[in-house]
């Protein structure tokens, strides 16, 4: 390890080693990532290649928005890319939420039923849903709407038998909602292996039920899409991972023609669909952002990795360990007290290239139902596939640590927060 490495965190001998360990740990699985990211990165080329892609695409349009080119050169990439037929990708989209809100609201119908596969939904998504809250308007459940879930089995999968039941029970399901990443949850991701199999019951049962996969955090972490495999929908957040941390906003939506249709006159209105929306000077990094993607998100996995290993090295039970299997690139570390998650959080901003002095503190915010503290020194505002970390402040006080544009920044911060939170139990002690 180099000399200004050691100088800049004053490490000693006890903590270098401990990262030598952790390094040498997650060789084989670093390996792997190698192997995942090649692939995708193929998989996104043959997509730019074949739809000719040139710099004219990069132009942009005003207005209407009508006729442009490079808007939907884009969005056939990403049908491409993820395997659908057809995708919405668009800056219009504010966040991941009012993607996963605009398609849930376009497919629903008053006494339809949407069934959640993977328990309750991430946070803001309840509150669309318009579960655990007072009648509200603008919700689903406003709509006529009727909601339910099938939680996990206790190991944190899908509960195969228990969906059966309610599938065949159940005749106004239309809807089957599967949430793949863990979100502020200490459950597994869903593996690529139960997605396939949740397509193959719900097909069975029913194949007029359209399967929708959050596939928010999700996108180029494995080699193949849930698209692939039997769903019929994906949707997700433009700055998270395929976004590759240059685009500036926006969300993308990619499956069956129908449904992506609907969900374009949901977003715009009924008969402009996908022909409008202007995208003023953003294609370009649309673009170069889904090429970037897959390398990207490669680096947020060995940052996560890196992450699981260290933290299981100082005592602290991590979710996925560093060996798992992954199907988001989110890692969970259970801190049990308040003051030592505020100091990772704190640790990862202070080593952040963006409000680095800055020092984040648990605060309410729209859409979530517990205070928050989010450390996020990112170039674009809460990017996630940015070096961030989260957590709802309540116990056992868990950080959801994601992101990392280059694995060297990923182990630098948290090499950086790790001190922080020794340095708060050392201070404890005395
Ligand atoms: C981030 C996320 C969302 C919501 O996305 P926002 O952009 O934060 O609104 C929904 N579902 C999952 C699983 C997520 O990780």
């Known amino acids: 390890m180099s000399y200004l490495y050691k100088k800049y965190f004053q490490l000693d001998s006890k903590f270098l080693k401990k990262i030598e360990k952790a390094e040498e740990k997650i060789q084989p699985s670093i390996n792997l990532i190698k192997e995942i990211v090649l692939d995708n990165q193929a998989k996104v080329l043959r997509a730019f290649k074949e739809n000719r892609v040139s710099e004219f695409h990069f132009a942009g349009s005003t207005g209407y928005g009508y006729h442009d080119i490079g808007r939907q050169v884009l969005e056939n990439i990403y049908a491409e890319a993820f395997n659908g037929e057809e995708a919405l990708v668009r800056t219009h989209f504010v966040s991941g939420t009012h993607t996963l809100f605009v398609c849930l609201d376009a497919l629903l119908s ?175 990094s649309l673009f170069q952002g889904l090429f970037l993607a897959p390398h990207a998100v490669g680096e947020a996995l060995k940052t996560a990795i890196f992450a699981a290993a260290l933290l299981e090295e100082y005592g602290f039970e991590v979710s996925p360990t560093f060996g798992e299997e992954r199907g988001d690139i989110v890692q969970a570390v259970r801190f049990t007290q308040p003051d030592y998650l505020l100091s990772f959080c704190q640790g990862i901003q202070k080593h952040s290239p963006v409000d680095s002095y800055v020092q984040p503190q648990p605060a309410n915010m729209a859409g979530y139902g517990d205070k928050v503290i989010m450390a996020a020194g990112t170039f674009i505002q809460g990017a996630s596939l940015e070096m961030t970390a989260d957590a709802p402040y309540r116990s056992p006080y868990t950080a959801y640590l994601q992101g990392g544009l280059t694995f060297e920044h990923g182990k630098i911060a948290l090499i950086g927060a790790i001190k922080e939170v020794l340095e708060t139990i050392n201070r404890n002690k005395e």
Request: hydrophobic share 40%; proline share 6%.
């Open 110 to 284: 008053p006494a339809e039923t949407l069934l959640s596969a993977a328990g309750a939904p991430y946070d803001t998504l309840q509150k669309v849903i318009g579960i655990n809250t007072l009648p509200q308007k603008g919700t689903l459940a406003a709509k006529g709407v009727s909601y339910r879930q099938v939680d996990l089995t206790p190991e944190g999968r899908l509960d195969f038998q228990e969906l059966e039941r309610v599938l065949k029970k159940i005749k106004s399901v239309t809807v089957v909602l599967l949430q793949r990443s863990r979100g502020y949850a200490w459950r597994p991701s869903v593996s690529l292996a139960e997605i396939e199999k949740l397509s193959n019951l719900i097909k069975k049962i029913n194949p007029n039920i359209i399967y929708f996969v959050d596939n928010c955090y999700g996108e180029f972490v494995n080699p193949v899409e849930p698209l692939e495999i039997g769903a019929d929908l994906i949707a997700g957040s433009l700055i998270k991972n395929p976004g590759g941390g240059l685009a500036p906003a926006g969300g993308y939506a990619v499956g069956r023609k129908d449904l992506i249709e609907l969900i374009a006159d949901r977003l715009t209105a009924p008969g402009l669909g996908k022909e409008v929306g202007a995208t003023l000077a953003h294609n370009r």
